[in-house]
């Protein structure tokens, strides 16, 4: 059974995610001709996260309005386990930017780095499918 995010649980308010995680294999389909994760895949690998950020900020249809500052900073080679970390960095009246760092991981042992990191704007649409309010970040205790 799946409760709303605005029933108590224990007499506990609920508390909004400050941030998204996805956990990815790097599968063979996935890779270029240098077997290491393909930059768009990276991009749309993002993009997901970042939308899911921005939709679990707001609770309402978002759309990727704005890609800025993508930096790939190391490579991604396949069987790689890759950490996506999307969070929600600034509000304006009706966008949000939220930036994802994607971390690589050797699935066999502790070694992890940034691999690439990203800022996306994302707007938010009422139901007549125009740009709707989003509510400003809670303050960080």
Request: charged content about 20%; some cysteine.
């Amino acid at each position: 059974m799946t409760l709303p995010l605005s029933r108590p649980l224990g007499g506990l308010s609920p508390v909004p995610p400050r941030e998204t995680r996805v956990t990815h294999v790097v599968f063979p389909g996935l890779t270029n001709h240098h077997g290491t994760l393909f930059g768009g895949e990276a991009l749309s690998l993002m993009d997901s996260a970042a939308f899911i950020a921005a939709t679990r900020h707001c609770r309402k249809k978002v759309v990727t309005r704005h890609l800025d500052a993508m930096e790939f900073r190391h490579p991604i080679p396949q069987g790689s386990l890759v950490e996506l970390v999307a969070r929600v960095v600034r509000t304006g009246r009706t966008s949000m930017t939220v930036q994802v760092d994607v971390f690589r991981e050797d699935m066999y042992s502790e070694t992890r780095e940034l691999a690439c990191a990203g800022t996306f704007a994302l707007v938010a649409l009422g139901e007549d499918g125009q740009p709707a309010p989003v509510p400003p970040l809670a303050a960080e205790e």
